[in-house]
């Protein structure tokens, strides 16, 4: 049976570490970070995960900005809201939470956020950042998920990674954080021949297609390192509902070395980067060593 990557207890470790680190920073700098959150509308799911935010960053000693506005408001409200955030020194990180109601265009909302407050890590010159190898800031689930590749193997060169989706969120990001550790990577995708296959070859999957259960146990090579990044709601034959990801578990459990389980796995990493990513720009701001992971 495979070791099970316990992604609640490592990013439980992040926290308890930055606590330390934000702590010392305002010890020695008297530098306090700040993290703002936007939630437009009222999904619940948003609501949620912005509460979780919220709570998490008070316990390592962030201070947690939070927005809540009518799914009503207007595109130019929001993007004056995100001006002067840009410019309020006492904000280190910005996020808008998404999704984002209809007649808002997403896409301009992200642009608009300044590139070194854009915790998410989302904005263009964030992507070309990281596709380059610069110092930009790094999505938050590709992030966790190399944190505790790192943290399991070590070094990765040389390992063959095999990334299933190529989204702008995780796929893509994931595949050149692979490559900046020397790993040789494969995207694998909807239209790519004989999938199953290619995930085969791999010492590292990383599924993140949205798929449920869309990875079988046979598709993974004995011993290889599973990372499952999807997280689906389906219906049981009992009629209830079920959180999966984007591996089927119960075959893949069997056949690899190592597997992040859903829930529990590379979520709760997703908050605790966003977190970390805060700090990072904090540090940046006021040039500031930034602390280790």
């Not at 263009?124 to 950042?129: S, T």
């Not at 989706?165 to 790993?183: A, D, T, W, Y």
């Not at 389906?234 to 009629?239: D, F, K, L, R």
């Not at 992040?260 to 977190?275: D, F, Q």
Request: aromatic letters at 4%; charged letters at 20%.
């Amino acid at each position: 049976m495979a070791h099970l990557i316990d992604g609640k207890q490592f990013a439980a470790k992040l926290r308890k570490k930055m606590t330390g680190q934000i702590a010392s920073m305002k010890a020695d700098h008297n530098i306090v970070p700040g993290l703002a959150v936007v939630l437009v509308g009222e999904d619940p799911a948003s609501q949620v995960y912005v509460r979780s935010k919220g709570k998490q960053a008070k316990e390592c000693g962030i201070t947690s900005i939070e927005h809540k506005l009518e799914d009503t408001t207007s595109e130019e409200f929001l993007l004056n809201l995100i001006s002067d955030m840009n410019k309020d020194p006492a904000i280190n990180g910005i996020l808008v939470q998404l999704p984002l109601p209809k007649h808002i265009n997403s896409a301009k909302v992200l642009e608009a956020i300044d590139p070194a407050k854009d915790v998410d890590g989302f904005h263009p010159i964030n992507v070309g950042m990281l596709s380059t190898g610069g110092e930009g800031m790094i999505p938050c689930t590709p992030l966790g998920s190399l944190m505790m590749l790192q943290d399991y193997h070590g070094d990765l060169t040389g390992m063959k990674a095999v990334v299933v989706g190529r989204s702008n969120i995780v796929g893509k990001p994931m595949f050149n954080l692979l490559l900046q550790q020397s790993c040789t990577v494969t995207v694998a995708h909807s239209r790519t021949k004989n999938i199953e296959a290619v995930v085969r070859e791999a010492d590292i999957v990383v599924a993140a297609v949205g798929v449920p259960e869309l990875v079988k146990g046979d598709w993974i090579k004995p011993g290889a390192t599973v990372i499952d990044v999807g997280i689906n709601r389906i219906e049981t034959p009992e009629g209830k509902t079920k959180l999966v990801g984007d591996v089927h578990f119960e075959s893949a459990e069997k056949v690899a070395g190592a597997i992040t389980p859903v829930p529990g796995g590379v979520g709760p990493m997703t908050i605790a980067c966003l977190l970390y990513n805060t700090m990072v720009a904090t540090c940046r701001h006021n040039g500031v060593e930034v602390p280790a992971a």
